[in-house]
């Protein structure tokens, strides 16, 4: 009977080894990621957890910002007519984030020298300046509004006081040198009289380094993403990593679990039948014999498990539904080693696989059948050794 069947069979089936995998498309990632929901899930809440904690238990900071006007120093070459352009602002930043300007904050805030705070302003202020503008903008960082404006404040007392000496001393320096040309030339020199006008107006120019048009006030708000960022931050880093787990778990898993994992893994087609009973599971299963490979008018079939015990309620379902083959309940766990013998004489085999079965150790079994001359057919299904229907 057997061997006038199997001519009828269409081997429609696909072959890629026990140990290859073919490429997973998207549909079946998702469907692995939505099986694996729980990881998901708790990924998701373990991430979110650690940022909303890690955002409330961080320290607060808090950014004051002083504004700066910088006006020209007056020199011997532009007494009378000096303008913004006059004003170097790259040298200005660079001499409001110095030392100097730094140690002279430092002492006006704690009235005595102290290094740390000198760090301190050294590595959180930053100053900068719109662009086409002679505005210093000073923003200081600490752990407290009033503390971050009061040193923004002293940080722009401290480089006007510190860029008034600079103008000072450069107009003192200029008038100096006015001076002792004016002590060279003749009386009658035709350039002299244009040299004392100079000289005069530049004495009389009161040195003015700017002002503050903007002082610094303690912010309302601290520093950095507020709790809803961090929830959103962690919300989707979680989700991402818990996506991530979610495949590495189903792909690490050593049970079947699923029927598409052993599928991908010994590349014969398989049915899932997980939680049906026993008549829907059998339908499946004739369905796909069917369409993978064609049943034929008669036929044997064995219907064998892989943990031992063999369902009656399966076997009697397929004797029932295929009325034309003769269905056999044929063991397979005593004897592994001689499986494909035993089952040559059939034409076909529906081997119930619990998902709670070792994928490797499956695998490597139906790679073994799928090489003899029956056609094979896993049937994932959860109540291989029930008689449940």
Do not use: C
Request: overall charge negative; aromatic content about 4%.
């Amino acid at each position: 009977m057997g061997s006038s069947t199997k001519s009828h069979f269409k081997r429609r089936r696909k072959r890629t080894g026990s140990h290859e995998t073919a490429p997973l498309e998207i549909s079946q990632l998702v469907a692995r990621v939505l099986r694996r929901w729980p990881t998901v899930l708790l990924t998701t809440l373990i991430v979110l957890t650690f940022v909303v904690l890690a955002s409330l238990l961080a320290p607060r900071s808090y950014t004051a910002t002083a504004s700066v006007a910088v006006s020209p120093i007056v020199t011997a070459s532009n007494v009378g007519g000096a303008s913004a352009n006059d004003v170097d602002m790259p040298t200005e930043i660079a001499t409001a984030t110095s030392l100097v300007v730094a140690e002279r904050a430092a002492q006006d805030l704690v009235d005595a020298e102290d290094q740390d705070l000198v760090t301190d302003l050294l590595e959180n202020t930053e100053v900068g300046s719109p662009s086409q503008s002679s505005v210093l903008r000073i923003n200081v960082t600490a752990n407290s509004a009033d503390t971050a404006a009061e040193r923004a404040n002293a940080l722009a007392d401290a480089y006007l006081a510190d860029r008034q000496e600079t103008a000072e001393s450069r107009a003192g320096e200029a008038a100096d040198s006015l001076q002792e040309s004016l002590g060279d030339m003749s009386s009658d020199d035709s350039s002299r009289q244009s040299l004392e006008e100079t000289l005069v107006e530049l004495r009389s120019a009161s040195p003015w380094p700017g002002r503050i048009i903007s002082a610094a006030l303690p912010p309302a708000a601290f520093t950095g993403p507020g709790l809803s960022a961090a929830i959103l931050a962690g919300a989707l880093g979680g989700l991402m990593l818990g996506l991530v787990a979610a495949l590495i778990r189903d792909r690490i898993a050593p049970r079947v679990g699923y029927a598409d994992r052993l599928e991908d893994r010994v590349g014969i087609a398989t049915v899932n039948a997980t939680n049906e009973p026993a008549h829907v599971a059998v339908s499946d299963a004739v369905s796909a014999l069917d369409d993978r490979f064609g049943l034929a008018s008669k036929g044997r079939l064995a219907v064998t498990s892989l943990n031992g015990t063999t369902s009656e309620a399966m076997v009697d379902e397929f004797d029932h539904q295929l009325t034309t083959w003769t269905v056999t309940a044929t063991p397979m766990a005593q004897s592994r080693s001689d499986v494909r013998q035993t089952l040559q004489s059939y034409d076909a085999v529906a081997v119930l696989v619990d998902p709670r079965d070792g994928l490797d150790e499956t695998a490597q079994l139906l790679a073994t059948l799928d090489r003899g001359s029956a056609s094979i057919l896993p049937v994932v299904w959860d109540r291989t050794g029930e008689d449940r229907s």
